[in-house]
């Protein structure tokens, strides 16, 4: 069988966790679809995937092949978009990552419009608040908050954010506005476990960083939950400037300490350094490069 065809069926089944999904996928029959994998085993000699009556799983020497095939398809795939022009059409799956509330906020504006602009695309969007591994996960293109490890993704900067404290007017008149770091231990905290369940603070005094433990009444597990405890007026949290503005502007949020806010973080644009060529990424790289970099609570 032709190796290209073996690769794309192995990527496809490990895809979807399944022989029966990846025909589907594929628009194979399952039987063809079992062929090919175990023709390409037979070929290089080595299982790559873990077969049960339930369950696919790829063996370890398999995720190291399934890493290089993505890549390897993924470079075709930009060599036809190349040969096609800078003009070519996007099409195809376009596959990306985000933040949770940046990605609901900012991106998922940019998608819907991307979408309706080409209408032989698709998008899959992962809004998550960790870092994902963008060859691992079989994702094009990334919003990274924070300064950027060297690696070899192509980045792009498109604006910047600030973490502060907030709190709601109603609880401010009732506690008092606090003058200093320090007078934090005195108020009431409230966190969301994607720091830690006893988060440090950290903020800028007279030149350096110095972080406080924080003792939080309430935790919870998801950024937007926090918003609306504070919104409430139950304490203070810490939040990130792109996720207070819509209640800072409407003063249903106030800043707290504003004067020892540590200086903005970055916000990327990431994405692999050899997909800058495939019509479908560059269209949206760009369409949300100029989006961001026009709003001004990014700036």
């Not at 973490?163 to 606090?178: F, K, L, N, S």
Request: proline share 6%; with cysteine.
């Amino acid at each position: 069988m032709d190796r290209l065809h073996l690769m794309t069926v192995f990527v496809a089944v490990a895809d979807s966790q399944g022989f029966a999904a990846g025909a589907r996928k594929l628009g194979l029959s399952p039987a063809a679809v079992t062929r090919a994998v175990a023709a390409l085993e037979e070929r290089l000699g080595v299982r790559l995937l873990e077969r049960s009556t339930r369950h696919v799983r790829v063996t370890e020497a398999g995720q190291r092949y399934l890493d290089d095939c993505r890549r390897l398809l993924a470079e075709l795939d930009e060599a036809d978009d190349a040969a096609a022009g800078l003009n070519a059409t996007p099409r195809g799956q376009l596959a990306l990552t985000a933040p949770v509330l940046f990605g609901r906020m900012y991106v998922m504006p940019a998608i819907v419009e991307y979408l309706g602009r080409y209408p032989e695309t698709q998008v899959s969007a992962v809004f998550v608040d960790r870092i994902t591994n963008l060859l691992e996960e079989g994702l094009d293109v990334a919003v990274r908050i924070g300064e950027l490890p060297d690696s070899g993704l192509r980045a792009l900067r498109v604006g910047q954010v600030r973490r502060m404290i907030c709190a709601a007017p109603a609880y401010v008149a009732a506690h008092g506005m606090p003058r200093h770091p320090a007078e934090l231990a005195g108020h009431t905290i409230v966190a969301s476990v994607g720091a830690s369940t006893q988060p440090e603070w950290r903020f800028l005094e007279e030149g350096a960083v110095r972080g406080y433990r924080m003792q939080p009444r309430l935790t919870v597990t998801s950024n937007d939950s926090a918003i609306e405890a504070v919104r409430h007026g139950l304490g203070m949290a810490r939040l990130l400037s792109y996720q207070a503005a819509p209640l800072l502007g409407t003063g249903e949020l106030v800043p707290v300490l504003a004067e020892f806010e540590l200086p903005p973080v970055p916000v990327h644009i990431v994405q692999h350094a050899g997909r800058h060529g495939a019509a479908r990424v560059r269209a949206f790289v760009d369409l949300l490069a100029a989006q961001l970099r026009g709003n001004p609570v990014l700036q």
